[in-house]
């Protein structure tokens, strides 16, 4: 229960799925966590759970395509904790568009906003504060989409890419500098983001969905399911711990066995 024990974390897109269960599996292991997004009411629920649980959190609204924005979610976070030890870069957002002839520029703009340059704009201001402390953890959540080619998925997968090169060349950067740079590539995940669709695939297993059929997902999870938020929390919390001191620059696929077949 004390893994993280005086560690200081900042997780983007705290507010639901995956950022919501890292933020609140860090703040069990003992870290203080600053959950950022862009709707307060769920980053309200979110420390409002951690704290009935005895953990520490804030929540902070943040677009963290917007650098003044980014910039003060930093300078906040080490105001109220003195300083940053752990950022967990977990925003991101997905395309609708099923192939690059139904892509607009806006579309292309906007998930690569988020996804990538996201991830580069809130990684800028965390180093500075994480060189002061000696070292740190960056833990991009990225996908094993980000490693395969995939129908319909274009832009979404372009994005994560790119996000997971920027992974491996940080990890280069500062590796002198004690600074940890990981990435997490999950699987198939319940999230907010998919649930409606998993629950009518699940409903219809044979059925196609936006070019998915959920009996075909299944069959692609070696471990027989879709996962959950918390199978990727437990990564997090290994990544951000000081059990991986000797761990950068991998890309660590939490899938269900999906990326080695």
């Known amino acids: 229960m004390n893994r993280l024990r005086d560690k200081v974390a900042i997780v983007t897109g705290g507010g639901s799925g995956i950022g919501q269960a890292i933020a609140t599996f860090f703040a069990k292991e003992g870290?203080?966590?600053?959950v950022c997004g862009r709707t307060q009411s769920t980053l309200d629920e979110t420390v409002k759970g951690i704290k009935e649980e005895g953990g520490d959190a804030?929540?902070?609204?943040?677009?963290?395509?917007?650098?003044?924005?980014v910039a003060g979610l930093i300078d906040l976070t080490v105001k109220q904790y003195g300083k940053l030890d752990v950022l967990v870069n977990n925003a991101g957002v997905a395309s609708k568009a099923l192939t690059i002839l139904d892509l607009t520029p806006e579309?292309?703009?906007?998930?690569?906003?988020?996804?990538?340059?996201?991830s580069w704009l809130c990684s800028k201001y965390a180093v500075p504060e994480m060189k002061k402390a000696g070292g740190g953890s960056i833990i991009m959540v990225s996908s094993i989409s980000a490693h395969l080619g995939q129908k319909g998925h274009g832009c979404y997968n372009a994005a994560k890419a790119a996000q997971e090169?920027?992974?491996?060349?940080?990890?280069?950067?500062?590796?002198?500098?004690?600074?940890?740079?990981?990435?997490?590539?999950?699987?198939?995940?319940?999230?907010?983001m998919n649930r409606e669709l998993l629950a009518k695939m699940a409903a219809e297993?044979?059925?196609?969905?936006?070019?998915n059929k959920y009996s075909d997902a299944l069959k692609l999870h070696p471990l027989g399911r879709i996962g959950t938020p918390q199978d990727i929390a437990w990564a997090a919390v290994?990544?951000?711990?000081?059990?991986?001191?000797?761990?950068?620059?991998?890309?660590?696929?939490?899938?269900?066995?999906?990326?080695?077949?």
């Open 31 to 34: 870290a203080s966590v600053v």
């Open 58 to 69: 804030v929540s902070v609204l943040c677009d963290v395509s917007q650098a003044d924005q």
């Open 107 to 118: 579309e292309w703009q906007y998930i690569f906003d988020i996804d990538a340059k996201g």
């Open 165 to 192: 090169l920027l992974m491996k060349c940080m990890a280069l950067d500062f590796a002198l500098d004690g600074i940890r740079v990981n990435s997490i590539c999950p699987g198939w995940v319940v999230t907010e």
């Open 205 to 211: 297993p044979d059925k196609e969905f936006a070019g």
């Open 238 to 261: 290994y990544l951000a711990s000081d059990e991986s001191a000797w761990v950068t620059g991998i890309s660590l696929m939490v899938d269900g066995g999906y990326t080695c077949q």
